[in-house]
């Protein structure tokens, strides 16, 4: 067996000089400010001489699977993506199914993993395929560099981030996403930092700003005890979202025990049916869950007349009916990136 | 004793159905499926609780591991 190579660091984006050889990096909220040989929160964006670099310009999991998977319901019902994901999260959050990758320089079970991403090949897969490009598992937003990159071979690139990306950074970012889907893993600052280890105010912040920039946002909350899964909880979620825009599709998630809380049980189904009935009555349009409920947590009906617009079996449609952006029964824009 | 490698997969077949998730409330579920390939032998797990299957893996020495991920 051979040795791991470990990460191959490169120059990073958003490094600014921050005095005595030190480097801050304005990518995400955490703003570190880094002494020589010094990794940031994420531990994978370092100051190295002077000069902010990353390890985030990595392949380490390729994978092509369906929109629905990450989730998008809302974008290219039926396509594929052609996901690229690296080591890294600016979160910990103690309830991470994908800990073996984004805890990457926090826990021993996170080697590293992946070697230098090759832009136009992925995009040149992705194209073969007629698929999206995208990123997800671990922290895409850590990777700017790459997005970047990726997004300039023509292939359109999504994210499923947690969010926590400074206002400098989406402006540079959102012209070359066609959607995003971002976690809101908790309706409040205290529970948010405790699951996360960061604060929940720029979440908001960066859902708000990704939207007004015209990219497709749909938010994702895990059902997690403690933190989320009281129905007020999620009532406040909602609220926020609807109050931002009530197109934007909120996705429910059943918890899975693992990690940290892997002591916790897992979502009742009930718990699931009482969060999407709190979303619909805060006025959200599409409130989703994809297996608990069955078929009607997971299909699109027009909000107006309730016809079935796109079909969806367990991570993947059925059919879609919806014709230039419009419910073909009565003619109700449907907001979305079809 | 060496660290399982764990190896991640696009797709992986489900065991169980949504429909039971009601019934095993606290998650004690883990069903496993044991068939012979062109290859060999290959063992499945799915589960309400991840470190459940894991640990039934790792005790008939399944080595490497695969998984999915979330997203």
Request: net charge neutral; aromatic share 8%.
């Amino acid at each position: 067996m051979t040795a791991d190579p470990g990460p191959q660091w490169r120059p990073a984006m958003f490094g600014e000089p921050a005095g005595s050889g030190r480097v801050r990096c304005t990518l995400c909220p955490f703003r570190c400010v880094l002494a020589d040989g010094q990794a940031g929160v994420c531990k994978v964006r370092r100051n190295d001489a002077g000069t902010l670099r990353t390890a985030t310009y990595t392949a380490g999991v390729v994978h092509l699977t369906a929109v629905e998977r990450k989730p998008f319901y809302h974008v290219r019902p039926g396509a594929q993506v052609l996901t690229v994901a690296g080591p890294g999260c600016s979160f910990r959050c103690d309830y991470c199914i994908n800990y073996r990758i984004s805890q990457y320089g926090r826990d021993d079970a996170a080697p590293w993993l992946g070697e230098p991403a090759l832009p136009a090949e992925l995009a040149a897969r992705a194209a073969a395929a007629g698929a999206l490009l995208g990123m997800s598992y671990s922290e895409p937003s850590l990777a700017p560099e790459l997005t970047l990159d990726l997004a300039s071979h023509g292939v359109p690139v999504v994210w499923k981030s947690n969010g926590y990306v400074t206002a400098e950074a989406i402006s540079v970012l959102a012209p070359a996403l066609l959607a995003v889907n971002i976690d809101v893993k908790a309706a409040d600052e205290a529970s948010h930092r405790r699951l996360t280890g960061a604060s929940l105010g720029p979440v908001w912040n960066a859902i708000e700003r990704f939207h007004a920039a015209g990219v497709w946002v749909e938010i994702s909350t895990p059902l997690i005890p403690g933190t989320s899964a009281a129905p007020e909880s999620l009532r406040a979620i909602a609220a926020r979202i609807a109050s931002i825009d009530v197109n934007i599709p909120w996705h429910l998630l059943r918890f899975t025990p693992d990690y940290r809380l892997a002591g916790a049980d897992p979502t009742p189904p009930s718990a699931l049916t009482i969060g999407r009935s709190i979303g619909l009555d805060c006025g959200l349009l599409y409130v989703y869950v994809e297996r608990a409920l069955g078929p009607a947590g997971r299909n699109t009906a027009c909000p107006q007349c309730q016809t079935q617009l796109v079909h969806r079996d367990v991570w993947q449609m059925v059919h879609n009916v919806i014709k230039g952006g419009r419910c073909p029964g009565c003619g109700f824009l449907m907001v979305g990136r079809w | 004793m060496t660290a399982i490698q764990h190896v991640f997969t696009e797709s992986l077949p489900d065991l169980i159905d949504a429909s039971e998730y009601s019934r095993y409330p606290d998650g004690a579920l883990v069903r496993i499926r044991i068939s012979v390939t062109d290859t060999g032998v290959e063992i499945l797990g799915d589960g309400l609780r991840p470190e459940f299957i894991e640990q039934v893996l790792a005790a008939i020495s399944v080595d490497p591991m695969e998984q999915m991920l979330c997203g």
